[in-house]
């Protein structure tokens, strides 16, 4: 893109509440797009907008479960981050972080993203540590999700189905992990091709820092632009989506992990 800036056009105040869609990995393999997120602008720069998002009213966390909410996201035209914090058992100190960055060439949502994941010392001293799987099984996980209408679909329930197959699996640990107190001596870094199925485009209600973002006479459309909408009443289980009072173009565009 020529322009790296975050574009926002607003018919009205710039305290209006957004509603817009981003694509990004929401669903981690659960089997369903039916989620969305409140956030909160915490950074624009003039390469990187940041948000923190929360699951919105309307996700059943429980029934999906999903865990490390509140998380950072960070977007762009062809690049998305987020900065999660595993919520494992231990001491709170530890270094369980979980930094994921996927960038698309082209700047098409069918296009594949080249994903990096960092794991913390903590965090990947349990990937390493793991001797691997000793026999084979599969596990079967079904689960029911009841979600609100958001963008383009309407209310509903449905049925998730997952199937895991685990095939034997021996390795070897390094010594180290003896001690149970060791750690790696650096973050554990892994970089996989992920498809355009492995991502998602999601309702996200923008509710605080909008002020940051600066306003624009004009936009490029970009794989994470959308139109923006300011409802009139506060965030909802429901999230209504329908004809926006004030339209324009929200256009996240530069990444930097908080």
Known sequence: MSSLKALLLLAGTT??????????????????DKMGYYASVIGVNETSTTLE???????DTSALGLVGSPFTMTFAPNVWEQHTTYPLRGD?????????????????????????????????RRIICNPGVRHN??????????????????????????????SSV?????????????????????????????FGTYQVIITAGIEKLPATA?????PNSAASTTPA???????ASG????????????????
């Not at 305290?15 to 369903?32: D, E, K, N, R």
């Open 15 to 32: 305290s209006a509440q957004i509603t817009t869609a981003l694509w990004f990995i929401g669903g981690y393999g659960l089997g369903t």
């Open 53 to 59: 998002l929360n699951y919105d009213n309307g996700t």
């Open 92 to 124: 709170p100190d530890d270094d369980n972080r979980w930094d994921i960055r996927c960038e698309r060439s082209p700047e098409t949502q069918s296009a594949n993203a080249t994903c990096t994941a960092i794991y913390g010392r903590d965090a990947a």
């Open 137 to 166: 099984y599969t596990n079967y996980f079904t689960k029911t999700n009841v979600y609100p209408a958001r963008l383009s679909y309407s209310s509903g329930i449905e049925t998730i189905t997952q199937t895991f197959v685990f």
């Open 170 to 198: 021996s390795r070897s640990t390094p010594a180290w992990c003896e001690d149970q107190s060791a750690l790696p001596s650096e973050d554990l870094t892994s970089t996989i091709q992920a498809g355009p199925e492995t």
């Open 218 to 222: 004009g936009a490029t459309p970009s």
């Open 233 to 239: 009443n506060g965030p909802t289980g429901a999230a």
């Open 243 to 258: 004809s926006p009072a004030n339209t324009g173009e929200l256009e996240l565009s530069r990444f930097r992990m908080s």
